[in-house]
């Protein structure tokens, strides 16, 4: 049964930097497509970030495109979430998804799998 662990969440000052890691056990990771959403308090879960299998495609939700950045490496099984300039707008749980699709996908439906999420919180 594929588990999705992250890790690296934290509170943090505007304007730092933070990486989040999620790591895929029970499953073979180079054939999931991965991604990244938030949940801010009292909101939806929304969109972040997707990468697919091969690490040559991603896809970023405006609000973040330019600040983060979403890779893998499929040798450790691990996808990354790198945040830079944090804004306290970003403070949020932070989920890790998969799923076993050939695209990008940025719809919460569209992922099988889950994590338990780790929180950011980023203070002004």
């Known amino acids: 049964q594929v588990q999705l662990v992250e890790s690296g969440g934290g509170l943090v000052q505007a304007g730092d930097s933070l990486r989040l890691s999620c790591a895929l056990s029970?499953?073979?990771?180079?054939?999931?497509?991965m991604a990244w959403f938030r949940q801010p308090p009292g909101k939806e879960r929304e969109f972040v970030a997707s990468?697919?299998?091969?690490?040559?495609?991603?896809e970023y939700a405006d609000s973040e495109k330019g600040r983060f950045t979403i890779s893998r490496d499929n040798a450790r099984n691990t996808v990354y979430l790198q945040m830079n300039k944090l804004k306290p707008e970003d403070t949020a749980v932070y989920y890790c998804?998969?799923?076993?699709?050939?695209?990008?996908?940025?719809?919460?439906?569209?992922?099988?799998?889950w994590g338990q999420g780790t929180q950011v919180t980023v203070s002004s």
């Open positions: 998804a998969a799923d076993r699709s050939l695209h990008v996908q940025t719809y919460t439906y569209e992922y099988a799998y």
């Open positions: 029970g499953g073979t990771f180079w054939l999931y497509t």
């Open positions: 990468i697919v299998r091969t690490g040559d495609e991603t």
